[in-house]
């Protein structure tokens, strides 16, 4: 999520870059109930890890959308 959020791109320089977070995901089936689990799992993590409110709340709605974007079923 570092580079994703405008910080150092942590995932590119361990993978080379390249990957395409859509491409990645095609071979898993992604449904409503996949993106709900999934969006459970980050607000816990980010609850777990201490994040402030303010934060979680700034974060949600765009991973949300890409939850969404990435339901293919």
């Not at 959020?5 to 996949?34: K, M, N, V, W």
């Not at 607000?43 to 890409?66: C, I, Q, Y």
């Amino acid at each position: 999520l570092t580079g994703w959020l405008g910080g150092p791109p942590r995932y590119q320089e361990h993978t080379g870059g390249g990957i395409c977070i859509t491409s990645a995901h095609r071979p898993f089936p992604i449904d409503a109930e996949a993106r709900d689990q999934w969006m459970s799992c980050m607000r816990r993590a980010l609850a777990d890890a201490g994040t402030p409110d303010a934060f979680r709340k700034m974060v949600e709605g765009p991973m949300a959308g890409v939850a969404e974007f990435l339901r293919n079923c």
